[in-house]
């Protein structure tokens, strides 16, 4: 295994997959693009125009259409939509370098884990902390922040679907300790990578719990956004839909903990009173999808703690009714 | 107290109001309508027009928009929204007769206790089995059923907002029993009145329980055709969506039980399925009022079983999260 890397790919370039990608070939590293016709044409012809900073740069990367274009990549970053992560990650498994490492940039607990059940190759989850949005295709605007935690992914999440936090006891724990202090190095060589471009990356122990407060956070915003089509602001003057937002917390909270992630309710509460007020006029990107006709991601917030607190015994009926809503909104605007 | 009704008034004329004050005034029975200027007009200009059994029939009655009307009634059918319940029974209180008899046919199950703590007079609710529209100013259309129940109202219910289902002890049981009896012949009179005007009226001492089983339906159907402006077939074909229903009618039984109301879990759950097979085109009330930017009656849907819930000690969360979120979308059609 190397702990460098030659070349990226980023596989579902839209607005976050774009702006990372950019940042690093902007530093140097070489880059390709894997993303849609339009946005993928318009880079090949002018390259991508990064509004950062508050100026605008042309950046010159790869870009293509073609999944096949990740063989020639030693570090993936994985940014499609997490209803397009099973059948993705199943399409580059025969095309992976051996020693590639992929790094999940999505939202939610469970697609780390998704990955990791269709490829042999090292899988490790990021939490991503960037306000981007793509205006037009070949264009990238960047709002805010610019981010990463990664982390290892729990070795149980992968075997059973996230049953339950517990250390796999079926290896040998010599080896075990080897392969973390690998895996380690190659996390803190993806830092370096990314530092040297301007992306401050941390790496945590902790990763899975920090993917859990932003679930937690987008179970409190994205459904309720997304079947009232209001911002944040909106949301959070009503005191009955605060009630709600501390409902759906509290839930989260429980089935985390019955996961075996450490979130504290009263930090949780308190991490989601203060979106409203850092974000007051945003839009969820769920109101966003529901908006424009397209699947939105909600089996993967609301309907992922739904489902797993149904596993685990702990009930979610709060999280289970927005997901509900949020799927009939979805049959409304597909099938009317 | 007289066992006949000499005149009747109808408070708060619209489709349901105006529908059983032409049922009583084509059997040759006094009836003025108060309600809205435009549908008031047409019908004082050219009387009102009933679509009923296949034909259309010119119904002459009496129309004013004036609350002074009901002086004259001794029969007051109240149809207001619930929203204006407790204005209205404040404004005629003073302009009632001593004897008159106020009939609530009405949504919730809390309209004719509210009525009650505004005026001396009897008040007794009534279940309103109909489908109605009034497509226009002075058009009626009938579309089936058409019958009520009436009961007396609990008397804990008009003390202290229906604390719960226990009898009133602080009267002189010899006294009541009297008042009982009393009440009972006007209710049988109501009846006669009805029935000879073609409505059937079913007089059970069992009607609280009959408008819990009318609010656990409209609980399961109201709010969730609102968020989606879809019709209950649409709501019915997603499994996601039932599962949320089924949860709203077990809070709903279980607040009514805690009420002192005896519905049965099972019977409650095949009344809330067989509706959406009955009735799969229908788009609810609350759902009309959202898409026309009009208040919606859900603070006495789901708001009043997640507060009686609330007061009782019984959770009622899918409740709760579907009354916020209505509300958030009046708030977003209002003042957006």
Redesign the interface.
Known sequence: MTSTFQATAVVGAGAVGSFFGAMLARSGHPVTLIGRAPHMQAIASHGLQLHWAGGVETVRLGATTELDAVRDADLVLFCVKSTDTESVARQIAPLLKRDALVLSLQNGVDNAAAIARQIRQDVVPAVVYVATAMPEPGVVKHFGRGDLVIGPLDAAAVQDGAQDGAQDASQDAAQDAARDGELLQRLQAVARLFDAAGVPVRVSPDVMAELWRKLMVNCAYNA?SA????PYG??A??P??V??QQ?VVREVVAVAQAEGQHLALDAALQAMHDIARAMPAQLSSTAQDIARGKPTEIDHLNGYVARRGAALGIPA??N??????V???E??RTAA
């Open positions: 309720i079947l009232s089509q209001l909106r949301m003057a009503l009955e839909i009630d709600v409902a009926p709060v289970q009714t927005l997901h509900a809503l799927k009939l909104l049959t409304a």
